[in-house]
């Protein structure tokens, strides 16, 4: 495991509602926050953007514009995009092939695992150089804590 990424206040609830509310399709969206030299992120605000694809429930493409207005607003409060999530209904909070050919190196990938009942793990990947390795998560109350600020 990387250095790990902790969600500031209620941004974890926020990311569960968002994902449970896109189920039984596929939802997505960008995290916002900061990063530290050490590669230690901690995420301020989760937001959901358009689902692209055409196979919404399997697939998700994010919307480019969206990333663009995230990261405008972002810098306005002088913070950055950080990564992006996206939820697997009634599948493990894994990677998938097609999630590992697509991302992008540094961003960290948030995987939500839903089902009918609302959301279940949430996880954090980001590519090395053999892949997707976990990167520890430090959600709920317990992420101010830990952020070390
Ligand atoms: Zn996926």
Same mark, same amino acid.
């Given at each position: 495991?990387?250095?790990?990424?902790?969600?500031?206040? @209620?941004?974890?609830? %926020?990311? =569960? =509602?968002?994902?449970?509310?896109?189920?039984?399709s596929?939802?997505? @969206?960008?995290?916002?926050?900061?990063?530290?030299?050490?590669?230690?992120?901690?995420?301020?605000?989760?937001?959901?953007?358009?689902?692209?694809?055409?196979?919404?429930?399997d697939?998700?493409?994010?919307?480019?514009?969206?990333?663009? =207005?995230?990261? =405008?607003?972002?810098? %306005?409060?002088?913070?950055? +995009? +950080?990564?992006?999530?996206?939820?697997?209904?009634?599948?493990?909070?894994?990677?998938?092939?097609?999630?590992t %050919?697509?991302?992008?190196?540094?961003?960290?990938? +948030?995987?939500?695992?839903?089902?009918?009942?609302?959301? !279940?793990? +949430?996880?954090?990947?980001?590519?090395?150089?053999? !892949?997707?390795g976990?990167?520890?998560?430090?959600l @709920?109350?317990?992420? !101010?804590?830990?952020?070390?600020?």
């Amino acid at each position: 495991m990387g250095a790990g990424a902790a969600f500031g206040p @209620g941004t974890e609830a %926020e990311l =569960r =509602r968002l994902a449970a509310a896109a189920y039984p399709s596929e939802g997505c @969206g960008v995290l916002v926050g900061s990063a530290s030299a050490d590669g230690a992120m901690s995420v301020r605000s989760v937001s959901s953007a358009r689902n692209l694809s055409e196979r919404g429930r399997d697939r998700y493409e994010l919307d480019p514009l969206a990333i663009v =207005r995230a990261e =405008r607003s972002a810098r %306005e409060s002088g913070l950055d +995009v +950080v990564g992006f999530w996206h939820s697997h209904p009634d599948h493990p909070a894994e990677p998938s092939r097609l999630d590992t %050919e697509r991302a992008w190196a540094d961003y960290l990938y +948030v995987i939500v695992s839903t089902t009918a009942d609302g959301t !279940g793990d +949430v996880r954090g990947w980001r590519l090395g150089d053999g !892949g997707f390795g976990e990167i520890e998560l430090a959600l @709920g109350d317990a992420a !101010g804590a830990e952020a070390g600020r």
